[in-house]
């Protein structure tokens, strides 16, 4: 894909050709006579009324492109040598401005890595972490009763139905199609679900899910907002369960 700068000089150069080479002119036809060996077939070069409507025909089938009018060029030489210098010259800029193009295209990318990497790095140490407090948790001995774990699901489900109430309509329309895609619900199930109580209530029913096992559900939010997939761990982690990185 050009850049606007690549197609800035592009036009330029065509505004100028346009000057020199009048279309009708003798120059004109002896360039279109010239190009019988082009993908221009007869109906093309019957459409083509100017300069530009030219370019555009033989960038349309490959013949030229951006930066590259040598083709082109070598006809115009002979006939209008003018018109053929500024091509060369344009054509220079252009490769130029697309060499500078992709070098920032190549540091951006590789900004862009070192941002994901740096991102993986702290979500692995946050889930190191998570497992130093478990296993100081489990250190204890203790073990966390059902009732125990029964009311932390339902502390877990208000407050992911919190989170995922703030997205508002957007995030709730792409949990419950991750719910129909990924878990195969049917319409008519999807219609009575209208908060995160009868999504899990459902999801419980079916035997997706189960009170600190949420592979299904984590599955089902993780694209959706990341900070639902955390609410799950943070639990998880209370109930003295390995937690999902």
Known sequence: MASEQVKDLHNKMVDTISEMLVYKSDCW??????LNNSPLTPKDKGLINS??????????KEYIGYGDYEKLRKKMSGIHNLAATEV??????IQRQIEMDE????KIGKRRRSENEE?????????RARKRVRRESLGSNRTVTKDEKRKLHGDMVRELNDELGSGMVKNWA?????MKYKLDFGEAVLGDITDMYSACKEMMAKGKIEIGKY???IEVVEDVDKKLVDIINKYL???????TP
């Open 29 to 34: 036809d002896r360039l279109l006579g010239k």
């Open 51 to 60: 300069i530009q409507d030219l370019f555009e025909g033989l960038m349309d």
């Open 88 to 93: 060369m010259k344009y054509e220079k800029r």
């Open 103 to 106: 070098e920032e295209s190549r």
């Open 119 to 127: 991102e993986t790095g702290r979500r692995q140490e946050d889930h």
């Open 174 to 178: 792409s949990f419950k199609n991750n």
């Open 215 to 217: 592979d299904k559900l």
């Open 237 to 243: 982690e209370k109930m003295g369960i390995e937690s």
